[in-house]
C-alpha cells in the first residue's frame, strides 16, 4: 500500500523556522506531484505549497518569500523549509501526493498524510 509519512513539525517561537519532511512509500511508479496544505482550527485546508516535474512549484501568496518546497524524486520525497514563521501559520500540515501511479493498489490515485502539527507562538 502507499503511505506518506510527514515528519519536521513541533513548536516555534514567531520569526523561527521549520523543515517539514513527506516520504511516500510503496509500489510506486510515478507521483505527478506533491505538495503541502495546512488546516487552522475553524479553518477549511488550504494549498501551502506544491512541486510537479522537479522545478514547477505553485505557493499561496500567504508564504511566498518565506516558505521553500523542494522535491527529491528518486526519494519520492518533499520538503518544506519555513522561514520568518507566523503564528497565523499555525496548523496542521498535510501532505499530499496527487496522481500516484503504483502497483499494490494497481493504478492512479492520490494520497494524503496524517498530518503533523505546526505551532507558532507568538
Known amino acids: 500500500q502507499v503511505q506518506l509519512v510527514e515528519s519536521g513539525g513541533g513548536l516555534v517561537q514567531a520569526g523561527g523556522s521549520l523543515r517539514l519532511s513527506c516520504a511516500a512509500s510503496?509500489?510506486?511508479?510515478?507521483?505527478?506531484?506533491m505538495g503541502w496544505y495546512r488546516q487552522a482550527p475553524g479553518k477549511q485546508r488550504e494549498l501551502v505549497a506544491s512541486?510537479?516535474?522537479?522545478?514547477?512549484?505553485n505557493y499561496a501568496d500567504a508564504v511566498k518569500g518565506r516558505f521553500t518546497v523542494s522535491g527529491d524524486s528518486a526519494k519520492n520525497t518533499v520538503y518544506l523549509q519555513m522561514n520568518s514563521l507566523r503564528p497565523e501559520d499555525t496548523g496542521v500540515y498535510y501532505c499530499?501526493?496527487?496522481?500516484?501511479?503504483?502497483?499494490?493498489?494497481?493504478?492512479?490515485?492520490?494520497?494524503w498524510g496524517q498530518g503533523t502539527q505546526v505551532t507558532v507562538a507568538s
Open positions: 499530499r501526493a496527487d496522481r500516484v501511479t503504483s502497483l499494490r493498489p494497481a493504478g492512479t490515485q492520490d494520497y
Open positions: 512541486i510537479s516535474g522537479g522545478t514547477k512549484t
Open positions: 510503496g509500489t510506486i511508479l510515478r507521483i505527478g506531484a
